[in-house]
């Protein structure tokens, strides 16, 4: 399956974040995005945040009300295994190239959709960086920019150089 960018989204600063067609990623993220709390979210090793459909999808069976961009990422995707991306791994996003930073810590803003959300998407492996925890991927991953470009929905998802 190819990897495709299914929702670009941005907001004024908090959740959700809104689909709009296409956008240019800049060195600290998505031009027009903003963050409510700057001093949490964003920066450099913080610039684009990744959700992957499918793991929106499986929560979404669980009973929490999700769909693209409601935890707050800039990209979902589709057909990208989150499960086997590695921090360091480049990315490859419409005409930007990305590099994968870290896991994305949940936090008190996700309580929007329903108690235990937190401990579906995140434990103590992955906050250590653990890729074996079977949450590896479910909280969304950060990513730097390494390159700017343009990105918008429909666009190829590839992972260009991986890390091991």
């Known amino acids: 399956m190819q990897a495709t960018i299914l ?8 959740l959700p974040k809104y689909a709009v067609p296409q956008a240019y990623i800049a060195p600290l993220g998505l031009e027009g995005d903003r963050h409510a709390h700057p001093q949490i979210h964003g920066g450099p090793q913080k610039a684009v945040l990744l959700v992957s459909a499918e793991n929106l999808e499986a929560l979404a069976a ?6 693209p961009g ?14 086997q991306l590695r921090i360091g791994d480049r990315v490859r996003a419409g005409g930007a190239l990305l590099e994968i930073a870290k896991p994305r810590g949940p936090c008190s803003q996700l309580d929007i ?33 390494l390159a700017p470009g343009p990105v ?13």
């Open 7 to 14: 929702q670009v989204s941005i907001s004024l600063g908090g």
């Open 70 to 83: 409601a935890l707050g990422e800039n990209l979902t995707t589709r057909g990208l295994d989150f499960r």
């Open 62 to 67: 669980l009973g929490f009300p999700l769909a």
């Open 152 to 164: 918008a929905a429909g666009d190829i998802i590839a992972l260009e150089a991986a890390l091991a």
């Open 113 to 145: 959709y329903g108690p235990g959300l937190a401990r579906e998407i995140y434990d103590s492996r992955v906050s250590a960086g653990d890729y074996t925890s079977p949450r590896w991927g479910m909280s969304g991953l950060y990513a730097a920019v």
